[in-house]
């Protein structure tokens, strides 16, 4: 390529990148037009470490911290002093921290909408907690405009538990979980009544939400996180906790009686690494943080939701539940915690720890399968204004020969400087519909669908917390893959759907298991021999 070809490309890349709509092309084609429920299928899990309680009291406390380190972070948002991320020296957009609080999906007959209810006069000031099925809106801040301390949310968090032990109360937060087309019929049916109407807005216009869930069941310790994953990404199903959600909440924490915690979260207002850095926060939070005994101001008990069940919406609920559960047995999840090295391992080598764990997929990949397979791997657009996702298409003839690939960074390195395809395919195509003028032939290509068939959905989400975000496949015949690499391990989420024959998310993590260690043998005998 001539240098005057070079700069034309480049031109036209960044060119693209800056078309105002663009950002809202993105929103729309990758999550608001789609139809498919948003549990499991576009909304990932978080799992934090197993906490050391086992009853409703620790259960209480954890979960009293945990909204009292999420209102220090929001305090830094509404001060605008959230300090900026930089890469490589280059400022990036902030732009996500600030849709993430006080936001939710609203489905729509044919595009559903996000609404960010912190723009506005007064913004809300409460948080809605969900227990046994049960909704309450919790203010958290008093009179002054002072956050509750952590022993006034436990004394609110127990008055809201002590008001829900009702366990055969109808579990509306499930109707979230339906296909969009459904749940938008069933939505508009249930906002008829003034009543809902009400209760669906306080908890679409909440800062964020707490599910308090109930125990479980009991597995082995070898399954635990795994069971965890699935806890977070569906709720396990409608006996368990998939009621316990309003799934078009942007943020909902969930927090086990048994221990179990982490949270779920609406993709569309962002990506993973700012919901983990908020996570990061979070956690540092509840470690420094001690119960201080204040005086305690009589608070007003918690308002407890109310919902009017006529019998099209509880036959809608029936419906929800029998899909949820099909949805939750669809999904295969394992969590792999890989002990033997972490990324200090590759960077030892000189390597990048992201393109070695890339080149150990796809060796896992081809062992399982004898092919190569199209490969995705999200890189972040931050550098931009308002910027999302640009894809890595990190499966090359050079990636099988591993020699180049393993640390040759130019392909991350050029997609995150804009110069990846995918999000130009989508300003080109977006276009032409734009301007009413016939599709170009390339999008109307086979080749091109194949091309976007990726049988493997990765992203690197890391965080300084132990923990591992999970995510469902891209389509039906693949794996969605998600990892976060530690100093001396690293923590891998591998999911696939049990209807699919050929897929298998136990033997994929199985044979990346053996890849990491034949290629951390292979560098060691290489390394020997210079």
């Not at 948080?127 to 049960?134: L, P, R």
């Not at 982490?262 to 979070?282: N, Q, R, S």
């Not at 977006?430 to 194949?450: G, K, N, R």
């Not at 690197?460 to 389509?475: I, L, N």
């Amino acid at each position: 390529m001539s240098v005057e070809a070079g700069l034309w490309r480049d031109e036209l890349c960044n060119n693209i990148l800056l078309i105002p709509e663009l950002s809202d092309w993105w929103m729309q084609s990758a999550y608001l037009d789609s139809r498919m429920p948003v549990a499991m299928y576009t909304s990932p899990g978080v799992v934090l470490p197993k906490m050391h309680f086992q009853d409703r009291q620790g259960q209480m406390r954890f979960a009293a911290k945990l909204i009292a380190g999420v209102l220090d972070f929001k305090s830094m948002i509404d001060s605008e002093t959230l300090p900026v991320e930089y890469l490589g020296g280059k400022p990036l957009c902030m732009d996500q921290y600030y849709q993430v609080l006080t936001s939710c999906r609203i489905p729509g007959p044919k595009r559903d909408v996000v609404v960010n209810y912190a723009i506005g006069k007064t913004p809300p000031s409460h948080i809605t907690v969900v227990h046994n099925f049960q909704f309450f809106v919790l203010d958290v801040y008093n009179s002054d405009g002072s956050p509750l301390t952590v022993d006034q949310i436990y004394v609110q968090l127990e008055k809201i538990w002590n008001s829900s032990l009702q366990t055969n109360k109808e579990p509306v937060g499930i109707l979230t979980s339906n296909h969009r087309n459904t749940w938008g019929k069933a939505y508009n049916n249930l906002i008829k009544d003034k009543t809902n109407k009400e209760s669906v807005r306080a908890i679409q216009k909440s800062i964020f939400t707490v599910c308090l869930d109930a125990p479980m069941p009991r597995v082995s310790d070898e399954m635990y996180h795994n069971k965890v994953a699935a806890q977070m990404l569906h709720g396990g199903g409608s006996r368990w906790n998939s009621g316990n959600r309003w799934f078009d909440k942007t943020l909902q924490f969930i927090v086990g009686e048994d221990g179990s915690c982490g949270l779920t979260y609406e993709h569309a207002p962002a990506e993973g690494p700012p919901i983990v850095f908020l996570v990061d926060h979070v956690v540092d939070y509840m470690k420094r943080t001690e119960m201080v005994r204040t005086p305690m101001i009589p608070l007003p008990m918690p308002q407890k939701l109310r919902f009017n069940i006529t019998p099209e919406i509880k036959k809608d609920i029936e419906k929800a539940k029998q899909n949820m559960n099909i949805m939750a047995h669809e999904l295969d999840v394992r969590v792999l915690n890989f002990t033997h090295y972490g990324r200090k391992f590759p960077k030892s080598h000189k390597m990048s720890p992201d393109a070695f764990i890339q080149m150990a997929l796809q060796l896992a990949y081809y062992r399982m399968y004898q092919t190569c397979c199209p490969t995705y791997e999200s890189a972040s657009l931050r550098m931009f204004r308002l910027g999302r996702t640009e894809a890595v298409l990190s499966t090359t003839t050079e990636s099988l020969q591993f020699t180049k690939a393993m640390d040759d960074p130019s392909e991350h390195v050029q997609a995150i400087h804009g110069h990846g395809i995918e999000r130009h395919m989508l300003g080109l195509k977006m276009m032409a519909i734009e301007d009413l003028t016939s599709l170009p032939e390339i999008f109307m290509d086979t080749s091109f669908a194949v091309a976007a068939h990726f049988n493997l959905y990765t992203s690197q989400v890391g965080s300084k917390t132990d923990c591992v975000m999970c995510f469902g496949p891209m389509v039906p015949d693949g794996y969605g893959i998600c990892y976060n690499p530690m100093d001396d391990h690293i923590n891998f989420a591998v999911t696939a759907f049990n209807s699919c024959e050929e897929t298998n998310a136990t033997k994929l993590s199985q044979f990346l298991e053996d890849s990491l260690l034949d290629m951390k043998t292979l560098l060691e005998q290489v390394s020997k021999t210079q």
